[in-house]
């Protein structure tokens, strides 16, 4: 069975203005809206690196790239 | 998407918070890399709106020119270099109102450009007003009891003014959006795609739609694909819209681009 893939999750808080688009279409629930309706990234493992985040994300602001050790 | 397109020092765009045109915007230029185009030789025009500040966020030469004459423009650059690859954006009060004389008739004559209209069913940076493109009974700001005009058929006037590429697409569908753009820039021939965003400050507040995220997702319920609308009954699309291909014809004749393409 091929090893499961691990996914980095680059997010520029710069240009984030938490609209919470990232946290609707992902269906793994790696974000959630913090305590202070702030975008947090709160189960990174969990990505599968669909990019529906990166496709939907309207600030340019989520990169998911697969993490390869060679 | 090429983060080299893009002119990082102008970010943060200005958009609303949950705006869809960013979303477009990245769509289109997921299409341009897809297709492998000389960024040289991509130019971008765009009229007034919201919409219309999405060029000034890519590194492609591009005009901002004034509010509905996008199209004009962008016909001048074509015919002065049939080379470039001329995009229009456009958002649908300055499509189909301001400009919508010059849409009908650069459809008739067949430009070789394309024209990617953000259509979010409002005048968003001016306060949310209804467009041509408003639905019937739908709450903006000049229309508070709810809109009494019918819509524009944006697809069908195009196709009915003569364009030989005409789709819809929608944001939530960005697979399918890029598809159409790719076609619709390879498209010898006038090509307008219409791209459904979602407003969420003004269109979705007044009319209830939920927040920007419930708005894009909800795109899956009521945007409907051409080839599954065709098994279902008028009854079952009431309320749909229908997204995919429309118009995909060769050029009616030598238009006065592919003439100029020719001398070039």
Redesign the interface.
């Known amino acids: 069975m091929a090893e499961k893939k691990t996914y980095k999750i680059a997010h520029n808080r710069?240009?984030c203005?938490?609209?919470?688009?990232c946290?609707?279409?992902c269906s793994k629930h790696v974000y959630e809206m913090d305590s202070n309706d702030r975008q947090a990234i709160v189960n990174p493992q969990d990505c599968i690196g669909c990019q529906m985040c990166t496709?939907?994300?309207?600030?340019?602001?989520l990169i998911v790239v697969e993490v390869r050790d060679e | 998407m090429r983060s080299d397109f893009?002119r990082l020092e102008r970010?943060?765009?200005i958009?609303?918070?949950?705006?869809?045109?960013?979303?477009a915007l990245?769509?289109l230029l997921e299409a341009i890399e897809q297709l492998g185009l000389d960024p040289d030789k991509v130019v971008l025009v765009s009229g007034i709106g919201c919409s219309s500040r999405a060029p000034a966020y890519t590194a492609f030469d591009n005009v901002h020119t004034l509010h509905g004459r996008a199209i004009p423009v962008a016909t001048g650059i074509k015919l002065a270099n049939p080379k470039l690859t001329v995009i229009v954006i456009t958002g649908d009060g300055d499509s189909s109102a301001i400009g919508g004389n010059h849409l009908i008739h650069a459809a008739r004559r067949d430009v070789d450009i394309t024209v990617v209209v953000f259509n979010n069913y409002n005048y968003g940076m001016t306060g949310g007003q209804a467009s041509p493109l408003t639905p019937s009974s739908s709450i903006t700001t000049t229309t508070p009891s709810g809109n009494l005009d019918r819509p524009f058929d944006l697809v069908n006037l195009a196709a009915g003014a003569g364009a030989t590429y005409v789709a819809r697409s929608g944001?939530?569908f960005?697979k399918h959006l890029v598809d159409h753009l790719k076609k619709a820039i390879t498209h010898e021939g006038f090509s307008l795609v219409d791209t459904i965003v979602q407003c969420?400050t003004y269109y979705g507040r007044f009319n209830k739609r939920g927040?920007?995220?419930?708005m894009?997702?909800s795109q899956k319920d009521w945007l409907v694909l051409k080839s599954v609308a065709e098994k279902k009954t008028p009854e079952q699309l009431a309320g749909k819209v229908i997204i995919g291909e429309f118009v995909n014809i060769g050029r009616h004749g030598p238009a006065a681009a592919s003439t100029m393409k020719e001398q070039a």
């Open positions: 710069k240009w203005k938490n609209c919470g688009i946290v609707a279409v496709e939907h994300c309207p600030d340019f602001a | 893009l970010l943060p765009d958009w609303c918070p949950g705006c869809g045109n960013g979303v990245r769509a944001i939530y960005t969420p927040d920007a995220a419930q894009l997702v």
